[in-house]
Nanobody
């Protein structure tokens, strides 16, 4: 089992920045990949950014590339998402997720562990 707790969401004006944090505990030594997903009202959950936990390779959705940066602190078992130049379209609940499967994926159904989510609201 892996437990995930997100923090750092909030309300920000368009063009502003926020930094999300995800604290992982439990079987963290078995984690292969972690990601940030988001879900806006009335929409499906979608991939935003991901990272291979050991290799550190990073991946981004086209909609956030160049504005968001995913990073990790393996020693602290923490995952981060730095979000810059935020747009109203970025408004969503953001979820941290972990996968123990040794296969990289952007599909939410491939991630077996999820945090409770943190709300990010960007005003215009």
């Amino acid at each position: 089992q892996v437990q995930l707790v997100e923090s750092g969401g909030g309300l920000v004006q368009a063009g502003g920045s926020l930094r999300l944090s995800c604290a992982a505990s439990g079987r963290t030594s078995s984690v292969y990949a972690m990601g940030w997903f988001r879900q806006a009202p009335g929409k499906e959950r979608e991939f935003a950014a991901g990272i291979r936990w050991r290799g550190g390779n990073t991946y981004y959705a086209d909609s956030v590339k160049g504005r968001f940066t995913i990073s990790k602190d393996s020693a602290k078992n923490r995952l981060y998402l730095q979000m810059d130049t935020l747009e109203p379209e970025d408004t969503a609940v953001y979820y941290c997720a972990a996968s123990l499967d040794a296969t990289w994926s952007r599909r939410p159904e491939e991630y077996g562990y999820w945090g409770q989510g943190t709300q990010v609201t960007v005003s215009s």
